[in-house]
Protein backbone atom coordinates (compact mmCIF):
# COMPACT_ATOMS: atom_id res chain seq x y z
CA UNK A 1 0.00 0.00 0.00
CA UNK A 2 1.54 3.46 -1.24
CA UNK A 3 1.37 6.29 0.88
CA UNK A 4 -0.23 9.95 -0.43
CA UNK A 5 2.53 13.06 -1.23
CA UNK A 6 3.77 14.33 2.06
CA UNK A 7 2.04 17.30 2.67
CA UNK A 8 4.64 20.71 2.04
CA UNK A 9 4.67 20.94 6.18
CA UNK A 10 6.41 17.93 6.58
CA UNK A 11 8.98 18.46 3.77
CA UNK A 12 9.25 21.81 5.52
CA UNK A 13 10.09 19.98 9.01
CA UNK A 14 12.09 17.24 7.53
CA UNK A 15 14.14 19.84 6.00
CA UNK A 16 14.63 22.18 9.07
CA UNK A 17 15.26 18.68 11.03
CA UNK A 18 17.83 17.86 8.73
CA UNK A 19 19.78 20.82 9.73
CA UNK A 20 19.66 20.66 13.16
CA UNK A 21 20.95 17.55 13.07
CA UNK A 22 23.81 18.07 10.52
CA UNK A 23 24.37 21.22 13.02
CA UNK A 24 24.44 19.23 16.12
CA UNK A 25 26.37 16.29 14.36
CA UNK A 26 29.34 19.22 13.37
CA UNK A 27 29.23 20.16 17.18
CA UNK A 28 29.95 16.86 18.57
CA UNK A 29 32.60 17.15 16.16
CA UNK A 30 33.77 20.05 16.95
CA UNK A 31 34.28 19.57 20.64
CA UNK A 32 35.37 15.85 20.07
CA UNK A 33 38.38 17.00 18.16
CA UNK A 34 39.22 19.55 20.59
CA UNK A 35 39.07 16.88 23.10
CA UNK A 36 41.68 14.84 21.24
CA UNK A 37 43.94 17.34 20.10
CA UNK A 38 44.26 18.45 23.78
CA UNK A 39 44.86 15.11 25.15
CA UNK A 40 46.97 14.41 22.91
CA UNK A 41 49.16 17.55 22.53
CA UNK A 42 52.87 16.03 23.29
CA UNK A 43 55.48 18.16 25.01
CA UNK A 44 53.12 20.20 27.07
CA UNK A 45 51.70 18.83 29.78
CA UNK A 46 51.94 20.58 32.98
CA UNK A 47 50.86 19.02 36.54
CA UNK A 48 48.17 20.14 38.05
CA UNK A 49 48.68 22.98 40.36
CA UNK A 50 47.68 21.08 43.83
CA UNK A 51 50.52 18.65 43.01
CA UNK A 52 52.81 21.62 42.37
CA UNK A 53 52.46 22.93 45.89
CA UNK A 54 52.58 20.17 47.23
CA UNK A 55 56.38 19.80 45.93
CA UNK A 56 57.06 22.98 46.74
CA UNK A 57 55.70 22.95 50.87
CA UNK A 58 53.25 25.78 49.42
CA UNK A 59 49.43 24.93 50.84
CA UNK A 60 47.30 24.96 47.20
CA UNK A 61 44.72 26.92 49.29
CA UNK A 62 45.43 30.54 50.25
CA UNK A 63 45.78 31.05 53.57
CA UNK A 64 45.43 27.75 54.76
CA UNK A 65 48.50 26.49 56.89
CA UNK A 66 49.62 23.08 56.24
CA UNK A 67 48.05 20.48 58.90
CA UNK A 68 45.20 22.91 59.84
CA UNK A 69 41.77 22.18 59.75
CA UNK A 70 39.61 25.58 59.66
Same mark, same amino acid.
Given at each position: ??????????????????????????? &? +???? /???? %? =????? *????????? &? +???? /???? %? =????? *????
Amino acid at each position: MAFGKDHELHERRFSRNLWVGLLLTGF &V +ALVF /GLTV %V =KVTRE *GEARPAPAA &V +AADS /GASP %V =KGASQ *GAIQ
